[in-house]
C-alpha cells in the first residue's frame, strides 16, 4: 500500500463558453462546477470565470502517469482544447498528497504526447501533509 493519494482532473476555464458548451465538447458530465461570480467559500473573492473539472482520484498504488492516461482514455478523440484560445483554457491537474513519501513522476512519451494532441498542458501539485 503506498503513502499517497493521487488525484488527476481535467480543468476548463470558461472564459467565453458556457459550462453546458463544455460538456458537450468534452462529452462527458463534469465533476464540479464554479459558476462565474460566485464563491468557493465565506470570504473568497468571486471566481471572474467559470471552471468546469472532471476529476479522477485513486489511492493505494495508483502511479500518477497511469491516472493521466485513464483520464485521457475517457477524452473524445476529436477535441482540440488549444483551438479554445480567447473563449477559455484548459488543462490536466495533477495533485499528489503524500504523509511520507512522493510517488514516482515519470510520464512516458505516449502520455506527453497525447497532452499535447489534445492541446493540454500538465500542471503538477505536491502536498506533504
Known amino acids: 500500500m503506498a503513502n ?19 460538456t458537450k465538447l468534452v462529452g462527458l458530465q463534469p465533476t464540479s462546477v464554479i459558476r462565474a461570480g460566485t464563491t468557493r467559500r465565506a470570504g473568497a473573492r468571486p471566481a471572474r470565470s467559470s471552471l468546469w473539472t ?29 483551438s479554445l484560445r ?26 506527453l504526447a497525447r497532452l499535447a494532441q489534445y492541446g493540454l498542458g500538465l500542471d503538477i501539485d505536491i502536498y506533504v501533509e
Open 4 to 22: 499517497w493519494s493521487v488525484r488527476a482532473e481535467l480543468v476548463v476555464n470558461c472564459i467565453s463558453l458556457s459550462l453546458d458548451d463544455v
Open 86 to 111: 480567447d473563449r477559455g483554457t484548459a488543462w490536466v491537474g495533477l495533485e499528489c498528497r503524500t504523509h511520507t513519501t512522493t510517488p514516482p513522476l515519470t510520464f512516458p512519451t505516449e502520455v
Open 54 to 82: 472532471y476529476q479522477k482520484e485513486f489511492k493505494d498504488d495508483s502511479q500518477p502517469n497511469d491516472l493521466v492516461a485513464n483520464l485521457l482514455d475517457e477524452l473524445p478523440v476529436h477535441v482540440d482544447f488549444g
